[in-house]
């Protein structure tokens, strides 16, 4: 009897729309850049790629739509941040910013919440590829106030199978990002070619795609 191939993996991408009276938003370009490059072939995997309005409100809406329409293995989220590095986050906390202050996202959750990928073998397999200095990529354990750290939350949040990691880009401006825009995107790649193995189960973990 032939064996039955598995289908293919599915990915979800996502990144934010410029804010604040700013012409881009790096997250975004260095997803549209990485969505023109190919996903590899082996094992199979169907990549979707989304942008999500920078808004309290509409973002997690806007995410849940995604995971409802492609219902994907899992997700990789990226926001930018003032910085030279890519971050790997590897938790969320509960707490944002507000008019009020810092208040809490979810009362009577927990204080934080742990991505379900083992982010610092990502992490580590990512930062010895060829072409990147030891410091290109970080581990981080703290996303931060913003809307990234509470996309990132309620996406932790939800009691489902879908593993979620949050990486953040560095925050440049378009002519920046044109002189850097190749090695930011392998760097992307490289990312995202972690994830699907740690999601096929084929990396250090990291967690099976059998649900």
Not at 24 to 40: E, I, K, W
Not at 161 to 185: C, G, N, S
Request: charged share 20%; with cysteine.
């Amino acid at each position: 009897m032939p064996l039955q191939r598995r289908p293919p993996l599915k990915l979800l991408i996502t990144a934010f729309e410029p804010f604040g009276g700013r012409s881009v938003n790096a997250s975004t370009v260095l997803l549209q850049s990485l969505a023109s490059t190919p996903a590899p072939r082996r094992p199979a995997t169907n990549c979707t790629y989304a942008t999500l309005p920078v808004n309290f409100h509409r973002a997690w809406p806007a995410l849940c739509q995604q995971l409802h329409a492609h219902r994907p293995n899992a997700v990789l989220l990226l926001g930018e941040k003032s910085d030279d590095h890519f971050y790997f986050e590897s938790m969320a906390r509960n707490r944002r910013i507000s008019t009020r202050g810092i208040i809490r996202i979810d009362k009577g959750h927990p204080n934080q919440l742990k991505t379900q990928f083992n982010a610092g073998k990502i992490f580590a397999a990512s930062k010895t590829r060829y072409g990147f200095s030891k410091n290109f990529f970080k581990l981080s354990d703290d996303a931060g106030t913003h809307l990234c750290n509470f996309v990132y939350y309620k996406m932790l949040a939800l009691k489902n199978d879908i593993p979620a990691l949050f990486v953040h880009v560095p925050a440049l401006e378009k002519e920046q990002l044109v002189r850097k825009l190749k090695k930011y995107t392998q760097g992307l790649r490289i990312i995202r070619q972690e994830v699907i193995k740690a999601i096929d189960g084929a990396g250090a973990n990291y967690t099976s795609r059998e649900n």
